[in-house]
């Protein structure tokens, strides 16, 4: 029976080598494979816990200071500049974030109209920046989907982000506030690509706004924001589950450390005399020269030498 025994599982062990022989290569393709999948979405997923943590200490913060004070009031800016120097560092990490044109920023109150990325991770990546450079709050205008994410309502209100109906943004710059916004939105986000097609279909209430505060306003553009965050190609399927739902369920991928470089560019001032469809029309020639700006920079040096 010893001899038996030894015999089988000798035999046992045979085979079992010889299935790993036989499959290693499946193996290894799909242990790749995962692998793969892993490191494309990890880095979007790891900036989305990065997000709730970042509400989490401002929880901690509200409860452990009993702060009951209006969350856009200067009694916040401590947890601000705690929060926005958290992204700040990772931005300089994770893509040597550079912010070109400050200086274009109104004293007062604007617009400022920027492209909006698979992730709108450069966006915040601005938000930090400035509050830490001029200590000051901008706006935003976020997509009501935004609002029905668990958990984040007092991020939200710390760093103004609002549905941004016209009443609402009338009134924030009424009150000398920069307010942004994206006229393309999660469908920009979605479904645009590399070549930074603009997706605002008929969107003009941003124009009309302006036209209505008697403020300026500001294009943004940031550099290879489509090269570290992309999304799949746009499917038929996708686009219409979309339109009925407005809601994204192309979930986004990449997160490679490229560099990324924000411009502002120079303000198109208010003037009584434009329509906002003259007004859209210069915004859009400004975004394109905002977008031209980066490789103009990068001819200067040849310019000189010639």
Not at 67 to 78: G, H, M
Not at 133 to 155: M, N, T
């Amino acid at each position: 029976m010893t001899y038996l025994s030894y015999f089988a599982y000798m035999l046992e062990e045979w085979i079992a080598v010889e299935c790993l022989k036989k499959y290693f290569f499946h193996i290894v393709i799909v242990s790749v494979t995962i692998s793969a999948i892993l490191v494309f979405f990890i880095v979007p997923l790891t900036i989305l816990f990065f997000i709730y943590l970042t509400n989490l200490l401002l929880i901690i913060y509200q409860r452990n200071g009993e702060v009951k004070a209006d969350p856009l009031s200067d009694v916040w800016d401590s947890a601000r500049k705690t929060v926005a120097s958290f992204w700040d560092i990772y931005a300089r990490i994770w893509h040597g974030y550079e912010l070109h044109g400050v200086e274009n920023l109104p004293e007062g109150p604007g617009i400022v109209v920027y492209y909006h990325g698979a992730i709108p991770i450069d966006y915040l990546y601005f938000l930090s920046r400035l509050f830490l450079w001029k200590k000051r709050l901008c706006l935003s205008v976020a997509d009501h989907f935004v609002f029905r994410l668990p958990g984040l309502k007092l991020l939200l209100e710390v760093t103004g982000v609002m549905p941004g109906t016209r009443e609402e943004c009338l009134s924030a710059l009424k009150n000398g506030h920069l307010v942004s916004i994206s006229p393309g939105g999660v469908r920009e986000a979605l479904f645009s690509d590399e070549s930074y097609q603009l997706m605002w279909g008929n969107r003009k209430g941003f124009a009309q706004v302006a036209l209505d505060a008697k403020v300026p306003i500001i294009p943004m553009y940031t550099q290879n924001v489509r090269e570290g965050y992309r999304m799949f190609k746009e499917r038929r399927f996708f686009r219409q589950l979309y339109e009925s739902t407005r809601l994204p369920f192309t979930p986004p991928y990449g997160g490679l450390p490229v560099k990324f470089r924000t411009y502002i560019g120079e303000p198109i001032p208010y003037d009584p005399n434009t329509t906002t469809d003259e007004l859209v029309e210069k915004k859009n020639s400004c975004w394109e020269g905002c977008m031209e700006f980066p490789s103009l920079v990068a001819t200067l040096p040849a310019m000189k030498s010639d």
